[in-house]
């Protein structure tokens, strides 16, 4: 084999490996490269999870919050809210968080919330939301894919096969519809994030927003005192 057929080889495969890096960034979704996966782990790391509630199952107070994933407000709440209840409050088990996922903003709004819920049947739905709204794009950009939605799902180690099942399944639409129809009682503004803070008797808060001093004045005096 002469040297000019050798070089023109090697050119050749210089220029397939260029087209072939191309195709894969091209193809690769944006869910990659996920940021504030290690910070999640830290936020919730020795919490109890079960489905969409985190926390002590039995804590005497319950924090319902509705959140629709392209909202930027849900996001702000997520790293300025969420960290201080669970620190003061889900911690030591006088409150328990249960997320209730719903769509309004946008299309790509149902995937996530669907998403979620699909994360919840692993009981991980927490780190799910927490790592996609660190990610958040513009809410006027339809960002959230199936390619972002099973980016997060394996970023925050779920099963990616079982993900998937129960996202293209039928389980999850119930409680998707459940959380749809509870937010137009429970949340009378009609805004995210929506909160809704039940005392041990029954009595109800609702509030909405990201400011965390009106949500954490209200859990405090739903807290039973001692």
């Known amino acids: 084999m002469s040297k000019n057929m050798m070089a023109a080889i090697g050119a050749c495969v210089v220029v397939l490996i260029g087209v072939l890096v191309g195709v894969q960034l091209l193809g690769k979704d ?48 997520s790293q300025g ?20 996922p719903i769509a309004f903003i946008g299309p790509d709004s149902e995937v996530g919330a669907l998403a979620a819920l699909a994360a919840a049947r692993q009981n991980k739905m927490w780190q799910f939301t927490e790592v996609l709204l660190r990610n958040q794009k513009a809410e006027s950009e339809e960002w959230i894919t199936e390619g972002v939605v099973t980016d997060t799902a394996k970023a925050v180690g779920l099963d990616e096969q079982r993900f998937t099942t129960d996202f293209k399944g039928n389980a ?7 959380n749809r129809n509870a937010f137009q009682t429970d949340v009378p503004e009609a805004a995210t994030p929506g909160w809704v803070v039940i005392a041990p008797n029954g009595t109800r808060k609702s509030l ?13 005096a739903a807290v039973p005192a001692g």
């Open 172 to 178: 999850i639409i119930a409680p998707f519809t459940r």
């Open 30 to 77: 944006d869910g990659g490269d996920l940021k504030g996966v290690g910070d999640v782990e830290k936020l919730l790391d020795g919490v109890p999870q079960a489905d969409n509630v985190l926390g002590d199952p039995k804590a005497p107070v319950t924090v319902r919050e509705y959140i629709d994933y392209k909202c930027p407000v849900c996001a702000a709440a």
């Open 81 to 100: 809210v969420v960290p201080q209840i669970i620190d003061q409050y889900v911690r030591d088990g006088k409150v328990k968080l249960e997320l209730r």
């Open 208 to 220: 909405t927003g990201a400011a965390p001093q009106p949500l954490l004045d209200a859990i405090a």
